[in-house]
């Protein structure tokens, strides 16, 4: 596996908050909501959601703050995980758009930059075995991770059909597991 | 393109990646959910994959946020001196009810002589939503008077809480009247709303958002 951890102040804080202790849930605000904040709006587009969005992470937070184990880890790892499930449900559970709408919605992101931004810190070695996949394949998975983009959005913004998708996404996670397991 | 049909094992593990990655639609999504709380084993895969993926973590932007924790306080710890330890009881099963959008209405419950018939008041804060439990001898007896159904596909399950205990299904909101057979709840026990699959919660306990949910009110 990985490095052995390092000091994790958001693991202690959540650990603290695991013991109800109030202080440390403001801290773990201050000290996270900005990061949250932007894994939110990414997905979700629109401010007054993601706020929202935020109260119910947080939320969530204090009441499975116990079921946080950090040998499995990193407490904003953890954080992200919630808070990226999250959104994506309120993304899903939203009314379907008409299918003009699906398109517009597929447009926005901007994988180039996310490219540049993969290559930085812990991430490293998801950027090396990132190499190994072929760059459009590897650009759906970000673009997935990223932006909550759906299988029916994937196929449509790299024009292929839907169950070509599924079958390329599935071999690219699978092929990504391999080297990042390795 | 290799064709090749997966492994038993790949294709869990892919259904594990799929969910983590968030590209399913809400049905498998829902599907995979409940699989989740289910299955351990694919917890597990579901847990590699998060730290996995997490890899991509850097590509977040940090995005200043307003303080909400007034909000969030005030949603978490609600009327701190009222039975404390009752209500983060309540909170913990909510919670592993994966609470979305809770509307949480401490004392919205109105308390009325036994035989006048309300017994419970659901209802969003905007009144888009609202349910009304009313008692006729010994059922309870359910109706939506604001909004509407569940989305295509979804239902409203209704849920009876006693304090410390297991969420306990009183039925299905649809289109129909719900009639159940049951006790008036006392006061301090729950009533809550959550959407689940078409069919109801396939375990037993609330899998989807709670939509809804009011405490038995002890004031008048």
């Known amino acids: ?182 | 393109m290799t064709d090749a049909p997966l492994s038993q094992r790949d294709a869990d593990d892919a259904e594990a990646a799929e969910y983590v990655l968030g590209v399913q639609d809400l049905a498998e999504r829902s599907a995979s959910e409940a699989r989740l709380r289910r299955d351990p084993a694919f917890a597990g895969m579901v847990a590699a994959w998060e730290t996995r993926l997490g890899g991509m973590n850097d590509g977040f932007a940090e995005a200043p946020a307003p303080n909400l924790m007034p909000a969030i306080e005030a949603r978490l710890f609600p009327k701190a001196a009222v039975r404390p330890r009752q209500g983060l009881t309540l909170w913990r099963w909510l919670s592993g009810a994966t609470v979305a959008a809770v509307v949480f209405l401490v004392g919205m419950a109105m308390l009325v002589p036994p035989q006048a018939g309300l017994v419970a008041r659901l209802a969003t804060a905007d009144e888009r939503l609202a349910y009304e439990v009313r008692q006729f001898g010994d059922t309870l007896q359910v109706t939506r008077v604001a909004g509407v159904p569940a989305v295509q596909g979804r239902v409203h399950e209704l849920w009876v809480i006693a304090p410390g205990a297991a969420p306990v299904s009183l039925g299905l909101l649809d289109d129909a009247e719900l009639v159940v057979t049951y006790p008036r709840p006392p006061a301090g026990w729950t009533m809550a709303v959550s959407i689940e699959p078409e069919g109801g919660s396939p375990i037993g306990t609330p899998t989807g958002p709670v939509i809804l949910a009011v405490e038995i009110g002890t004031e008048t």
């Open chain 1, 1 to 182: 596996m990985s490095d052995e951890p390092a000091a994790d102040p958001i693991a202690d804080l959540i650990a603290r908050c695991a013991a109800t202790d109030r202080a440390a849930f403001r801290t773990l605000y201050r000290d996270s909501s900005a990061k949250l904040m932007g894994v939110l709006l990414r997905i979700l587009k629109e401010r007054s959601e993601a706020e929202d969005a935020l109260q119910e992470v947080y939320t969530r937070v204090w009441l499975r703050a116990g079921r946080y184990d950090p040998a499995k880890g990193r407490g904003m790892t953890w954080m992200i995980a919630i808070a990226r499930n999250l959104a994506i449900d309120r993304l899903r559970a939203r009314p379907a758009p008409s299918s003009d709408d699906g398109l517009e919605f597929v447009q926005d992101s901007a994988p180039r930059a996310e490219t540049r931004l993969i290559a930085m810190g812990e991430a490293r070695r998801m950027s090396d075995c990132f190499a190994t996949l072929e760059p459009d394949r590897a650009d759906a998975v970000r673009g997935a991770y990223l932006t909550g983009l759906s299988y029916v959005e994937l196929a449509a913004r790299h024009a292929v059909p839907l169950n070509t998708m599924r079958t390329w996404l599935r071999r690219s996670l699978l092929k990504l597991k391999e080297c990042l397991d390795t």
